[in-house]
């Protein structure tokens, strides 16, 4: 989490003052220049909400192999939780980073600031595509599967009083959209009540989306050279898990939601990797809007922490032209480092690598199921033998020689 700054905590002498103000806000600026240079640019971001499970019921659940086969090939946050119990306050926390109501059967309509209204301003398209929705523009009370309550849209005055309710479509426009090339650059993506863990298993939920993401991630905005990125989350845990707070006491924002499964798939990310970061919802509005190229976040988004998830940048690093090769970008053949070691290797192949390792000493320390890997490991002090091996059907690999120190 951000410390939060307050020039009124310096007690500054009247010659120094202006000087030391400046100093400050210089500092602030680089602090938040840092954070924001993590996040890179992209053309299309989708949000995917799913429904009431914790993180030890998801991940590495046998019930859910696909969404357990992104997790192992793309990014995970493994200490997310969400902010609220209730479904409704966490809906509210990724799109306006405020709980805004507790009550999941509200009617009332909210003017409060929200991410259509940063899209907006900065000209950037956007839809909710919500599953059982009975028809675009629909912002009425729940019908058979579709739970408004889980569509943060309908409740924004600045969408239902204005023709930015046709931006709440049915699902089913998604594959349309796809077909014809017009994704939006933000999609807020909702299965029903059935399909979304909320009132059917996680095996359903799970089969659900293989069927419908998958078409999604195949698009060539999810693939080498793309730069579609997907977040997958659940609202909130079980009842009973009240993360980050020990209990779950009556206060305004409800206490924690709990720990929650967090996913990050995108050509981006770092391939394979976990973070230990503490994050919540807010933090997902706040990546989102960066990788959109918005600088400003509503609510708390606004001094979120952005997720730590994606490559660093492998500008300088050409692959190899031999087909197939592995080129290691970082660290350089020879180089003295420190640990943990930032590894970043790249692949050239005519076919598909279906599997990247990385092995130190001879002894397998990491493998991840795509074409480019970017990750650390800790090595002890001394000079060992780094090998990046790739699988296309048949293994290729490079092999250079680092010191630690």
């Known amino acids: 989490m951000h410390s939060k700054f307050s020039i009124t905590n310096f007690v500054l ?43 030890g019921q998801v991940i590495g659940n046998s019930a859910m192999p696909y969404l357990n086969s992104l997790a192992k090939s793309y990014a995970v946050a493994t200490n ?24 999941d059967n509200t009617t009332q309509k909210f003017d409060v600031n929200n991410v259509t209204r940063f899209l907006n301003s900065a000209g950037k398209t956007w839809k909710a595509y919500e599953e059982s929705l009975p028809y675009a523009g629909y912002v009425g009370p729940s019908q058979g599967n579709y739970l408004k309550n889980h569509d943060p849209f309908s409740y924004f005055t600045d969408v239902v009083n204005s023709s930015g ?60 050279g793309g730069n579609g990125i997907l977040f997958i989350t659940f609202d909130e845990s079980v009842d009973s898990d009240c993360r980050p707070l020990a209990t779950c006491p009556s206060l305004p924002e409800n206490g924690g939601g709990g720990r929650v499964a967090t996913l990050v798939i995108s050509p981006l990310v770092r391939m394979g990797y976990k973070s230990s970061i503490f994050y919540q919802h807010p933090s997902v509005l706040k990546t989102m809007l960066l990788a959109l190229g918005i600088s400003g976040a509503p609510g708390a988004a606004q001094s979120a922490t952005p997720m730590d998830v994606f490559r660093s940048s492998s500008s300088g690093c050409a692959p190899s032209s031999v087909n197939p090769s592995v080129t290691i970008c970082t660290p350089p053949a020879g180089q003295t480092v420190s640990s943990p070691v930032h590894i970043v290797a790249l692949t050239t192949d005519s076919k598909t690598v279906t599997l990247m390792q990385i092995y130190i000493d001879g002894v397998k320390k990491y493998e991840v199921s795509a074409s480019s890997l970017d990750t650390s490991l800790a090595m002890a002090s001394g000079t060992h033998r780094l090998a990046v091996q790739a699988f296309d059907g048949t293994t290729f690999k490079q092999v250079i020689y680092i010191t630690v120190q």
């Open 80 to 103: 997310y939780d969400a902010n609220s119990h209730y479904s409704i306050p966490n809906y509210f926390w990724v799109t306006t980073g405020a709980y805004v109501t507790l009550s």
């Open 13 to 55: 002498k009247e010659s120094r003052s202006k000087r030391h103000a400046l100093a400050f806000i210089l500092l602030v600026a680089g602090l938040s220049l840092h954070s924001q240079a993590q996040v890179p640019q992209s053309d299309h971001v989708f949000v995917l909400m799913e429904e009431n499970h914790s993180y």
């Open 165 to 224: 309710k046709l931006n709440i479509v049915p699902f089913t426009q998604l594959a349309t959209d796809i077909a014809n090339n017009n994704l939006p650059n933000y999609a807020f993506l909702k299965p029903n009540g059935a399909h979304d863990g909320h009132n059917g298993s996680l095996s359903t939920a799970d089969a659900w989306l293989k069927t419908n993401i998958a078409p999604l991630l195949a698009t060539p905005f999810f693939q080498a």
